[in-house]
């Protein structure tokens, strides 16, 4: 599943792949019910790939009422949680037999590097669906100590139809991380991929029916946010919405909600994440690797892109020097290629919100210590700018590129301060040697995932998700996340005696 190919295999197997482009609603491939389509680009080469589907409203209605129709008739969720445990881990199975036709797939669509692609996103994706799978025949509810005239149980239940709306820079990962408890709850699910995004969902759908996952269970309507995100969000008949994207796009999911039926909403949005490098950390070399998986990974492209470094004063020449010297092993180039590490960014529009950033630099005069270029294309060189003020445009948003400011502290409290000085809260890192300084960052800094002396999300058993801006409602992954997908309910059974006049509370 890890195994890397060679950058001509990769190539054979694009050349050979049927990319799909119709919605799947009800287990089936249809087009959209006006029968319009719209292009999807391969930002990389800038050529179409394929059209897909441009659902709209009417579209969305017939997929909530597949959706509602399979979970009033319990054809999913009441069957036995171990066969649909089953179900599941033969849906990852499947996953795992077609993954590098899903990694070539995500490349192509996005602009992903295909190492990524087929050493984290597609094995996460499985990995995920997997450990919610395994989750479902290990989860008890719970009695309430109430004493001897009653037996009340605490149960957990379906939410009912769910509605995922996804980002375009984690198409597969972010797909596995809302159905995979969502379907392992019991819910039926009503996707809607970024419409840059849209094809690697498609075929997972297609794995998911071929698995057993039943029709209607599990739908994919693609189209644009206005014509499909916001019916989703205003569908009375769907009970929840998962939703990763822009905090701006986020809180239109609460003015839906507030709109409709109050349904549950869950957002996971952007960040503006710090690496806080204390002058006591001790391998420096690895703070700077570590700095420059952090920005760049993805391109950036990610909400948790560790993408302001605060560091202190007295090392911050050292640290840049060894920042330089990791970004070599950086190349740019054809998506395709295992050998590039740095793809293209998502599309044109997002390019040119990127390269704004870097004019703003410019026009103020900053200082562009690496990278800075962009080519004729929608490649972005991964690119450090310094001496950025807590003020700056660089500092406080989010620009979702390969592009990393500098700011500088003498203090543990200017740091924290520095940290927390954004509306964001998603993620952050900090680097010292010493326990205390540890214990206190990740205290003190606002932000709902703090990795200390490394980079990362976690992984399957750890939740994710933000403070303040960066999100709303719940956690993605981990039984928490298994949680947000269920209402709770209290039965309480009278078993009083009431010939002898008991009372029972
Ligand atoms: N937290 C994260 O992972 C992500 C953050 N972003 C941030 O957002 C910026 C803009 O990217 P976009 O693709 O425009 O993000 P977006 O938030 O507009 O898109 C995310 C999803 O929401 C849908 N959507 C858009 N407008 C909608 C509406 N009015 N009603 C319902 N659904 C709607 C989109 O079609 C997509 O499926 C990026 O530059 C980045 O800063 C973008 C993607 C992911
Ligand atoms: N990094 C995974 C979550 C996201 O970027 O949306």
């Given at each position: 599943m890890h195994d890397v190919l060679t950058a001509s295999e990769y190539a054979a197997i694009a050349q050979t792949l049927e990319l799909p482009g119709n919605a799947f609603i009800n287990g089936a491939f249809r087009p959209a019910a006006s029968g319009r389509t719209y292009e999807t680009i391969n930002p990389a080469t800038g050529k179409v790939l394929t059209s897909v589907a441009a659902c709209d409203a009417e579209d969305v209605d017939y997929a909530v009422s597949k959706a509602k129709e399979a979970f009033d008739d319990g054809?999913?969720?009441?069957?036995s949680p171990g066969e649909r445990k089953t179900v599941l881990l033969k849906f990852a199975k499947l996953l795992e037999e077609n993954s590098h036709e899903l990694a070539v797939l995500e490349s192509l669509d996005s602009g992903k590097p295909i190492r990524e692609c087929q050493t984290v996103d597609v094995p996460d994706t499985i990995h995920t669906i997997r450990w919610h799978a395994e989750l479902i025949d290990k989860i008890y509810d719970n009695t309430a100590p109430v004493g001897a005239n009653a037996l009340t149980l605490i149960v957990r239940e379906p939410i009912g139809v769910v509605g995922c709306v996804l980002p375009w820079n984690f198409p597969l990962l972010m797909l596995a991380w809302k159905i995979g408890p969502a379907l392992a709850a019991g819910c039926s699910v009503i996707v809607k991929p970024a419409e840059q995004t849209s094809l690697t969902t498609l075929r997972v759908a297609e794995l998911a029916h071929e698995a057993?996952?039943?029709?209607?269970?599990l739908n994919i309507v693609t189209g644009t946010g206005k014509d499909v995100g916001e019916p989703i969000g205003l569908h009375k008949d769907v009970d929840m919405v998962s939703f990763t994207g822009s905090t701006v796009t986020g809180r239109r999911f609460l003015r839906y909600a507030a709109d409709s039926n109050l349904k549950r909403v869950v957002l996971e949005c952007g960040g503006k994440n710090p690496a806080v490098v204390m002058?006591?950390?001790?391998d420096i070399d690895l703070v700077a690797e570590q700095v420059v998986a952090g920005a760049f990974w993805n391109m950036g492209e990610?909400?948790?892109?560790?993408?302001?470094l605060i560091v202190h004063a007295s090392i911050k020449d050292e640290l840049l020097t060894r920042v330089g010297a990791y970004l070599r092993d950086w190349k740019m180039g054809d998506p395709l290629d295992p050998e590039n590490r740095v793809g293209s960014l998502v599309s044109r529009e997002h390019f040119e919100k990127v390269k704004s950033y870097l004019d703003h630099a410019a026009k103020e005069k900053l200082s562009v210590v690496f990278g800075g270029q962009t080519d004729k294309s929608i490649f972005v060189e991964p690119t450090v700018i310094d001496?950025?003020?807590?003020?700056s445009r660089l500092f406080q948003e989010?620009?979702?590129?390969p592009i990393l400011s500098v700011t500088t502290f003498t203090t543990l409290s200017e740091a924290i301060a520095l940290a927390n000085d954004t509306p964001y809260g998603l993620a952050a890192s900090v680097y010292t040697g010493s326990l205390r300084n540890a214990i206190k960052l990740s205290r003190e800094i606002r932000a709902g995932v703090v990795t200390v002396n490394c980079f990362g999300e976690g992984d399957a058993t750890t939740p994710f998700g933000g403070f303040k801006e960066s999100g709303f409602g719940g956690r993605d992954k981990s039984i928490h996340a298994h949680d947000q997908y269920t209402e709770l309910k209290t039965i309480w059974i009278d078993v009083s005696d009431r010939s002898v006049d008991e009372t029972v509370r």
């Open positions: 054809r999913w969720h009441l069957r057993g996952v039943p029709a209607g269970v002058d006591d950390c001790e990610n909400c948790s892109a560790t993408s302001r001496g950025v003020d807590r003020n989010e620009i979702f590129g």
